[in-house]
């Protein structure tokens, strides 16, 4: 079943109340985007047809995108899959594969910095574990831990 992300989707439903910005959101005032962004440096493996897959580092990641540095220039509006993991010093999830597209790239420090968006379409098994991932990359889980 795939869920869409506009008005009672299950990504709208999973979503929650930002944190304060201690807790790394890279969100400002002036930012117009739906969804906040959470800082964070994640394995991220990109595929796109024609080539081989592009490991790279994820900056931030929200519901509906991430941005993620490569060695490689990618073009805006090409069709990608994101292989998303998370990696922490005593374990590491699986690969979350999202479905997106390239919106931006430019150069900066040497290598390219990407700016990648979501499908607007999501199974529902892969919209409840991003949402997952930046509850966990927004602090939201841990604080929730820590108040019981």
């Not at 890279?26 to 897959?53: K, M, Q, T, Y």
């Not at 929200?62 to 060695?71: E, K, N, P, Q």
């Not at 420090?109 to 529902?124: N, T």
Request: negative net charge; proline residues 5%.
């Amino acid at each position: 079943m795939v869920r869409r992300w506009a008005g009672t989707s299950l990504v709208a439903r999973l979503a929650f109340k930002p944190v304060a910005a201690s807790v790394d959101a890279v969100s400002s005032p002036a930012d117009r985007r739906a969804n906040p962004r959470f800082g964070c440096d994640l394995d991220v493996i990109v595929h796109s047809s024609g080539r081989e897959p592009v490991h790279a580092r994820a900056a931030d990641l929200s519901l509906a995108g991430l941005c993620f540095a490569s060695d490689v220039e990618l073009v805006p509006g090409e069709p990608l899959e994101f292989q998303v993991r998370l990696v922490l010093g005593w374990t590491e999830s699986d690969y979350l594969r999202l479905e997106g597209q390239v919106v931006w790239c430019r150069v900066q420090g040497g290598a390219f910095l990407v700016g990648g968006r979501f499908d607007p379409e999501l199974a529902e098994d892969k919209a409840e574990r991003l949402a997952l991932l930046v509850r966990i990359l927004s602090g939201e889980l841990l604080s929730t831990s820590a108040a019981r």
